[in-house]
């Protein structure tokens, strides 16, 4: 069945630092594919998506590729704030497989200052 | 409201006991899921509804639970005889159903259960 891998965390970064979480996926076809944070005391909100093989989802600083060759969809962040510590959630979706959400484990990010 | 609506937000409840958690979706979207996330845990799946589908039940991890959606609209979750390991953040979502899957979910702010 689909299936989402991310990086274990918890990922410790010093602020500016550059950010990748890496994350990859198992389909039987062409799924959409999303990453979803989770602020402390917040619920869960998207953060960006790619529908398609090439796609790159962007939103607040941060960016994914949507890699349908080598099956990944890695987050990135050139300098990361503080505020940017959170807990964020791969996911993908695929139609013929009912459309249902599939997440990752998720991997926690903590930034110092 | 415009967003995923959760009730009760904070659930105490004696272990044994019965609990319903409700889930107002938004307005016109098909899809509808539970999730459960336990502390410092990521997001354990339990069902999904998909329009006038048989629900994906896959995730329940016991015959103790249930869920129901009517209408399409509002759901319940029902846990019967709730233990101490049914402590956790329940969290519902919505989203619709496009030609090419789902587009994003949209998550309430979740109802924390804790069974004592």
């Known amino acids: 069945g689909n299936s989402v891998t991310q990086m274990e965390g918890p990922v410790t970064l010093s602020e500016e630092a550059f950010l990748t979480i890496n994350c990859t996926y198992t389909a039987t076809g062409y799924p959409s594919l999303f990453w979803y944070v989770q602020y402390p005391g917040e619920g869960l909100q998207l953060l960006l998506k790619a529908t398609k093989a090439d796609d790159k989802g962007s939103n607040k600083g941060f960016e994914a590729t949507y890699r349908k060759e080598t099956t990944s969809f890695h987050l990135e962040k050139g300098s990361v704030q503080v505020s940017d510590s959170a807990v964020y959630f791969c996911a993908l979706s695929e139609f013929n497989q009912g459309g249902k959400l599939i997440f990752g484990q998720g991997t926690e990010l903590s930034v110092k200052p | 409201g415009a967003g995923v609506s959760q009730s009760p937000s904070n659930k105490v409840t004696e272990k044994g006991k019965d609990v319903e958690l409700r889930c107002d979706p938004i307005s016109g979207h098909t899809a509808l899921y539970w999730y459960r996330q336990s502390l410092g845990q990521g997001l354990e799946f339990l069902i999904y509804?998909?329009?006038?589908?048989?629900?994906?039940k896959s995730g329940l991890p016991s015959d103790r639970f249930s869920a129901e959606r009517t209408g399409g609209s509002v759901s319940t979750l029902t846990i019967q005889r709730t233990q101490q390991e049914d402590s956790a953040v329940y969290l519902c979502?919505?989203?619709?159903?496009?030609?090419?899957?789902?587009?994003?979910?949209?998550f309430g702010q979740g109802t924390r259960l804790t069974v004592v």
């Open positions: 509804f998909q329009g006038n589908s048989a629900p994906d």
């Open positions: 979502a919505s989203s619709f159903m496009g030609g090419r899957g789902n587009t994003e979910a949209f």
